[in-house]
């Protein structure tokens, strides 16, 4: 074998950031809080120059704060109406029409998928996540179950294992699903803060007592002080489980009902609060302002503030049932609520915050959402994805640069959930919106009518149709897309003696065979044709990785690629995969597969059988492994890893000035066989 060593020096100019100098960045979201769920003054139409001041008793002085310091987005939209598939826009920059996480407690975020914090890393970013995650269950054994999904009573949750960990993300505290906004730990069903697979906070655990927004926090500010004490940039996603039901205030949160709402137990009073209910809503929210504040103070004392891009919004609009002094209070008037595509379900608060990038106390009537964070990140880190898959945001530097806030926009937004569709214009005047499927449309001047109230279907043809057909134009492109795939690229170059499938589990593969967990084994068996399941995954390094023959480098971006085959079946003799990039190297024993499945972790459950057989081997030539199987009775499952230099190198760590980044390369490899222990 020979063993060759490069020296890779990459250089980036960022127009907007210096590569000594990357912004740090915090992306809060909350979970229900309506557009209107605030109270600052949001201008409501851009036109007629009405506004709204929030709910006229909700305290939320931090978030004015906020708002004051940066920019307000007053026509900020989740990508849906409901909190998963934002969830998974919010990360990838994709309609969840794309992700495949179309509802609620449905589906996970593949492998597959680049989210912000994967890309964050090949800049040399630490990465956290903390609160709700809801893009995946985040554990397979406990029982009884843990939150909505995970566990094992219910038949199939490992196939939709999707966590933090396998995502970018080097610290996680996430909890599956909802969670109590007080004391969390007692939701039931129980609901654990996870910090990795199968590493859960202890139910009975004092860390998780108290309000939620407050236990979530006490683990975001270590998270900046050791990323700001190693002198990293960080990302965080900060996800609030305020205010979703239940609303279950703590007792300090009563006092600041005392505080914020005097006289919230005195009929007489006007700052009455007639319900539990609403007492529980109004604290909550007050609480998670609290914590903002918390969080923007500890930047400012570390001196990290004006370098760092801090965004809140939200998830979708409130629910229906979400308290207020009177009906509408919490959408700010906007018609409709959650699980709804009208302004109230989708329309939601939007904040950004950025130093003296963003003119402090700017406003901004141009349409924005949570597509648009990744286009932003790339904007501002000046990288390109490592492949062409669609995006459906752009980015919003153009608007930070611009005090007026600029409103020329190039991309629609576009929403379908369950049997309804919508799509506003980019210029954000006009909106169509179908409740049935698409066999009727209405539409509505969002300038002069915020509220939805006059459709103009019947006087305005020609602006419905354009809408309607750029819609419809999309949707078949997205769907064609979803299909065959083909917004996925799979760096596999070609095949040969088998059938391969680089599908997820659970979605139709390019060769149009449904493989699951359940019957991966029989499938194959029964199959005419070998089959072979690729489960890919792009990470960047933070470590040296020892594979055969070789180490690649900390900071290397690769591909991995854990391949899933049969060694004893009769039909798995030879075959041999050709990638697009070159071989780094391979995992191939039972220990260095555990050790690496940050790389990709095995989903569904393929860890019965790991490693390569004593009688199995493999080769590599540049771009080529070429496998040769024994031929024995019985039929098994197994696993290899093959490590590839990643494509799209300009989305690489930058090496510090006079530094050379090594990256061990087999250039060729001959009859290596790697035994198993």
Same mark, same amino acid.
Request: net charge negative.
């Given at each position: 074998?020979?063993?060759?060593?490069?020296?890779?020096?990459?250089?980036?100019?960022?127009?907007?950031?210096?590569?000594?100098?990357?912004?740090?960045?915090?992306?809060?979201?909350?979970?229900?809080?309506?557009?209107?769920?605030?109270?600052?003054?949001?201008?409501?139409?851009?036109?007629?120059?009405?506004?709204?001041?929030?709910?006229?008793?909700?305290?939320?002085?931090?978030?004015?704060?906020?708002?004051?310091?940066?920019?307000?987005?007053?026509?900020?939209?989740?990508?849906?109406?409901?909190?998963?598939?934002?969830?998974?826009?919010?990360?990838?920059?994709?309609?969840?029409?794309?992700?495949?996480?179309?509802?609620?407690?449905?589906?996970?975020?593949?492998?597959?998928?680049?989210?912000?914090?994967?890309?964050?890393?090949?800049?040399?970013?630490?990465?956290?996540?903390?609160?709700?995650?809801?893009?995946?269950?985040?554990?397979?054994?406990?029982?009884?179950?843990?939150?909505?999904?995970?566990?094992?009573?219910?038949?199939?949750?490992?196939?939709?294992?999707?966590?933090?960990?396998?995502?970018?993300?080097?610290?996680?505290?996430?909890?599956?699903?909802?969670?109590?906004?007080?004391?969390?730990?007692?939701?039931?069903?129980?609901?654990?803060?996870?910090?990795?697979?199968?590493?859960?906070?202890?139910?009975?655990?004092?860390?998780?007592?108290?309000?939620?927004?407050?236990?979530?926090?006490?683990?975001?500010?270590?998270?900046?002080?050791?990323?700001?004490?190693?002198?990293?940039?960080?990302?965080?996603?900060?996800?609030?489980?305020?205010?979703?039901?239940?609303?279950?205030?703590?007792?300090?949160?009563?006092?600041?009902?005392?505080?914020?709402?005097?006289?919230?137990?005195?009929?007489?009073?006007?700052?009455?609060?007639?319900?539990?209910?609403?007492?529980?809503?109004?604290?909550?929210?007050?609480?998670?302002?609290?914590?903002?504040?918390?969080?923007?103070?500890?930047?400012?004392?570390?001196?990290?503030?004006?370098?760092?891009?801090?965004?809140?919004?939200?998830?979708?609009?409130?629910?229906?049932?979400?308290?207020?002094?009177?009906?509408?209070?919490?959408?700010?008037?906007?018609?409709?609520?959650?699980?709804?595509?009208?302004?109230?379900?989708?329309?939601?608060?939007?904040?950004?915050?950025?130093?003296?990038?963003?003119?402090?106390?700017?406003?901004?009537?141009?349409?924005?959402?949570?597509?648009?964070?990744?286009?932003?990140?790339?904007?501002?880190?000046?990288?390109?994805?490592?492949?062409?898959?669609?995006?459906?945001?752009?980015?919003?530097?153009?608007?930070?640069?611009?005090?007026?806030?600029?409103?020329?926009?190039?991309?629609?937004?576009?929403?379908?959930?369950?049997?309804?569709?919508?799509?506003?214009?980019?210029?954000?005047?006009?909106?169509?919106?179908?409740?049935?499927?698409?066999?009727?449309?209405?539409?509505?001047?969002?300038?002069?009518?915020?509220?939805?109230?006059?459709?103009? !279907? +019947?006087?305005?043809? %020609?602006?419905? #149709?354009?809408?309607?057909? /750029?819609?419809?134009?999309?949707? $078949?492109?997205?769907?064609?897309?979803?299909?065959?795939?083909?917004?996925?690229?799979?760096?596999?170059?070609?095949?040969?003696?088998?059938?391969?499938?680089?599908?997820?589990?659970?979605?139709?593969?390019?060769?149009?065979?449904?493989?699951?967990?359940?019957?991966?084994?029989?499938?194959?068996?029964?199959?005419?044709?070998?089959?072979?399941?690729?489960?890919?995954?792009?990470?960047?390094?933070?470590?040296?990785?020892?594979?055969?023959?070789?180490?690649?480098?900390?900071?290397?971006?690769?591909?991995?690629?854990?391949?899933?085959?049969?060694?004893?079946?009769?039909?798995?003799?030879?075959?041999?995969?050709?990638?697009?990039?070159?071989?780094?190297?391979?995992?191939?024993?039972?220990?260095?597969?555990? !050790? +690496?499945?940050?790389? %990709?972790?095995? #989903?569904?459950?393929?860890? /019965?059988?790991?490693?390569?057989? $004593?009688?199995?081997?493999?080769?590599?030539?540049?771009?080529?492994?070429?496998?040769?199987?024994?031929?024995?009775?019985?039929?098994?499952?197994?696993?290899?890893?093959?490590?590839?230099?990643?494509?799209?190198?300009?989305?690489?760590?930058?090496?510090?000035?006079?530094?050379?980044?090594?990256?061990?390369?087999?250039?060729?490899?001959?009859?290596?066989?790697?035994?198993?222990?």
């Amino acid at each position: 074998s020979t063993m060759l060593v490069f020296g890779w020096t990459l250089a980036l100019t960022p127009p907007l950031v210096q590569a000594t100098d990357k912004p740090n960045v915090i992306l809060i979201m909350t979970d229900d809080q309506g557009w209107g769920s605030v109270d600052y003054t949001q201008r409501l139409s851009p036109t007629n120059g009405q506004t709204f001041a929030g709910q006229p008793k909700l305290k939320t002085p931090q978030l004015s704060a906020m708002a004051a310091a940066g920019m307000q987005f007053n026509r900020f939209y989740a990508a849906a109406p409901v909190c998963s598939p934002t969830r998974a826009s919010f990360v990838t920059g994709r309609h969840h029409r794309r992700t495949r996480v179309d509802d609620a407690n449905s589906g996970h975020l593949f492998n597959r998928e680049l989210t912000i914090a994967e890309i964050a890393k090949t800049q040399g970013y630490t990465t956290g996540h903390f609160g709700k995650w809801h893009l995946g269950t985040l554990d397979k054994s406990v029982n009884p179950r843990d939150s909505n999904r995970g566990g094992t009573d219910r038949g199939g949750s490992a196939l939709n294992y999707s966590a933090p960990w396998n995502h970018g993300y080097d610290t996680t505290f996430a909890t599956e699903a909802k969670t109590n906004t007080f004391d969390p730990a007692n939701t039931n069903p129980p609901t654990r803060y996870w910090t990795g697979h199968e590493q859960a906070f202890d139910l009975t655990d004092p860390a998780l007592s108290g309000d939620d927004s407050q236990v979530i926090m006490n683990q975001v500010l270590p998270f900046i002080d050791n990323a700001a004490g190693n002198s990293d940039p960080f990302l965080a996603t900060v996800w609030f489980h305020t205010p979703h039901e239940p609303y279950l205030p703590s007792r300090r949160d009563f006092e600041t009902l005392n505080e914020f709402y005097p006289g919230y137990d005195d009929p007489n009073s006007a700052n009455y609060l007639a319900t539990a209910e609403e007492r529980g809503y109004f604290a909550s929210l007050t609480a998670m302002d609290r914590e903002v504040g918390r969080l923007r103070a500890e930047l400012a004392s570390k001196g990290l503030l004006d370098n760092t891009i801090l965004v809140f919004t939200s998830d979708n609009g409130t629910e229906n049932d979400a308290p207020g002094e009177s009906s509408g209070d919490a959408t700010g008037g906007l018609r409709a609520n959650k699980r709804s595509l009208h302004e109230g379900g989708v329309r939601v608060p939007g904040i950004i915050e950025w130093g003296d990038r963003i003119q402090a106390g700017s406003q901004t009537d141009a349409i924005a959402g949570v597509t648009d964070l990744l286009p932003t990140l790339l904007d501002v880190w000046d990288v390109d994805l490592p492949d062409d898959r669609p995006l459906d945001g752009e980015s919003l530097a153009p608007i930070f640069s611009d005090g007026t806030g600029n409103t020329d926009r190039t991309v629609s937004k576009k929403f379908h959930y369950r049997t309804s569709r919508s799509i506003v214009a980019a210029d954000g005047r006009f909106k169509a919106i179908s409740t049935n499927d698409g066999s009727s449309w209405q539409l509505y001047d969002l300038e002069a009518d915020p509220t939805e109230s006059n459709n103009l !279907a +019947s006087s305005n043809v %020609a602006t419905l #149709n354009s809408l309607t057909s /750029e819609w419809n134009a999309w949707r $078949a492109d997205v769907d064609q897309q979803r299909s065959t795939q083909r917004d996925y690229d799979d760096n596999i170059a070609s095949v040969s003696g088998i059938s391969i499938n680089t599908s997820n589990p659970d979605n139709q593969g390019r060769n149009g065979s449904q493989i699951i967990a359940a019957n991966f084994e029989e499938g194959m068996a029964e199959s005419n044709t070998p089959q072979v399941f690729v489960e890919q995954q792009y990470a960047t390094l933070d470590e040296e990785l020892a594979v055969h023959a070789g180490i690649i480098a900390a900071g290397t971006v690769v591909d991995s690629f854990l391949v899933h085959f049969d060694p004893e079946g009769a039909l798995m003799r030879n075959f041999s995969i050709t990638f697009d990039n070159e071989i780094l190297g391979v995992i191939g024993s039972d220990d260095d597969l555990d !050790a +690496s499945d940050f790389l %990709a972790f095995a #989903n569904p459950d393929f860890e /019965e059988l790991r490693g390569i057989e $004593a009688s199995d081997s493999w080769t590599i030539n540049g771009k080529t492994i070429s496998f040769s199987l024994s031929e024995q009775a019985g039929i098994g499952l197994d696993q290899l890893r093959v490590i590839t230099l990643a494509s799209g190198l300009n989305a690489a760590i930058v090496p510090e000035p006079g530094s050379v980044a090594l990256l061990s390369l087999m250039a060729s490899i001959g009859g290596l066989r790697r035994r198993r222990r």
